[in-house]
C-alpha cells in the first residue's frame, strides 16, 4: 500500500512537471516572445583582464650571517664592556677577565721551581753520607707532602659530590624547560614562564662552571703535592744510601729524573700562563644580538659570550614555509611582493633566493603540514627587522588580455568538467564546456568563451541547457 502511494505521488509529480513546462512555453509576451513566467537571469559579457597567479606564504626575517663569540681563556669575567644592541667594530675591546687564576698559575710556578731545586739538592746529597738530623727533616717532609695531599683529595671529593648534584639539578631543571616549551609552543603559557625557566638553567649551568672551576684549580695543585711527596721520598732514601756507592748512583740517577719532570712542570705552567688572554676582542664589526654571560661568571671552553651579526640589509633572508601542494608552480627567481605589520601598509620587493630541496614536516598552528622552506631576498632597503613576521606572495605567473568571467558563474559537472549556461539570442540557455585557468580576486580565466557570450551570473540548480529564460540587463 505504502509503494502504491509513493508511485501515485511520483505520477503527480512528474505530470505537474510536464504540465508547467507546457503551460510555461504556451503562456508569451506578446511582444518578446518569452513565457511571462519564464526565470529571469542576469548575465554579463566576459571581461579583458591581467590575471596575476599567487602562492601566499608567511614566515620570519632572519640573519645570513651572525658571529658566536667563544671564550679563549677560561676564567671569571671581571667587565662585560657591551651591551645588547651596541655597534662594534673590528678589533673593539668586548671582555675582560679577573687575573686571579693567572695568579695562582704563578703560584703554581713558583711550587714547581722549589720541587727543581729540591731535585738539585737531592742530587747533590747523594754525594755525602746520611744524618739523624737529616733523615728526620726528610721524615717531616714526607708528612707534609703526604697531608697536603689527602687535603686536596679532600677537597676534590667534596667538590665531586657538589658537582654531582648541581648535574642532578641540571637535569631537572632542562626537563622542566623542555616541558615548559612545549606548553608555550602550543600557546598554553605566557612568554615570560618560558624565560624564566630558561634562566633557571642557565643560572644553574654557572654554578656548576664556578664548581668546576674551582674544583679544575684545586686538581691544579694535586700533581705538585704528589711530586713533593715522590720527591721527599726519593730524597729521603737518597740520605740512606749515600752511603753505598751503587745504591748512590742509583738515588742519583732518580734525582736526575726528578730535575727533569720538575723542568718539564715548569715549562707548562710558563706556556698556560704565556697563553692566558686578559681581554676578548671582537673579530667582525656588527650589533651585539645576545649577551650570554655577565661579570662575575666563569668562562668554560666551548659556551658561547655573545653573538654579533651585520644587522643591515644586506645580511636579510626572508625564510617562508610553502605547503607542498601549492610548491609546484614556485622557482627561484620569481618575483615575491613582501608585506608586514612591522612596516604598516607598505609593500616591498623581492626574488625567490633559494628553495631547499626537501620537503618537511612541520607544525603549522594546530596540524602538522609538510612544507617546502624557501629563501627570500630583498630586492631593495627596507624597514624589517631580524625576526618580524611577514607576509609573502609568491607571483608564479602572469597572463596578460584575457578573456575572464566571474567565479561564480562557473559549475563543476563533476569528473573535471566545468561548463557556464549561454544566454542565446532566442533567450535560451546553452551548456558551455570551459576550461578554467588562473582566478585573481573574483574572476576566473575561461578558455571556451567568447567576448560576446553572455555568461549566467549565479547559476542555479533549477537551470537547464534548452531553458527558455528572461535575460536581465548586465550588472554594471
Known sequence: MKKAVIAIIIVIAVGGFIFFNIRNVSQTENESGIPRNALPVHWAYPEVQTIVSRVSARGNVELRDRTIVFPTTQARILTVHVSVGDEVKEGDLLITYDDEILETMEDQLAQARLALRSAELGLAATRFGATDTEILAADNAIEQARAGIANIEAQLDQMDLQIAQAQDNITTARNTLSNTQFLYDNGVIPRKDLDDA???????????????????????????????????????????????????????????????????????????????????????????????????????????????????????????????????GISEGLEVEISSGAIGRHTYEGYIELIHPIAAPRQMGNTVETVVTVEIAVAESTRLRAGNTVDADIITNINEDTLVVPLMSTISAGGGETFVYVVNDDSVLERLDVTLGEFSSMYIEAIGVYENSRIVNNPTPAMYDGMIVRPVQPIS
Open 198 to 328: 630558561t634562566e633557571v638553567v642557565r643560572r644553574l649551568e654557572d654554578q656548576l662552571a664556578i664548581i668546576q672551576s674551582q674544583r679544575d684549580a684545586a686538581a691544579l695543585g694535586l700533581p705538585t703535592a704528589q711530586e713533593s711527596e715522590r720527591l721527599a721520598i726519593a730524597q729521603r732514601n737518597a740520605i740512606l744510601n749515600r752511603s753505598s756507592q751503587p745504591a748512590a748512583i742509583n738515588q742519583a740517577q732518580l734525582q736526575q729524573i726528578a730535575i727533569e719532570q720538575a723542568e718539564l712542570n715548569i715549562a707548562q705552567i710558563e706556556r698556560n700562563i704565556a697563553d692566558f688572554q686578559h681581554e676578548e676582542y671582537a673579530t667582525v664589526s656588527g650589533t651585539i644580538l645576545k649577551l650570554l654571560v655577565e661579570a662575575g661568571e666563569v668562562s668554560i671552553t666551548g659556551r658561547p659570550l655573545m653573538e654579533i651579526a651585520d644587522v643591515s640589509n644586506e645580511n636579510l633572508v626572508i625564510v617562508v614555509h610553502v605547503p607542498e601542494n601549492d610548491s609546484g
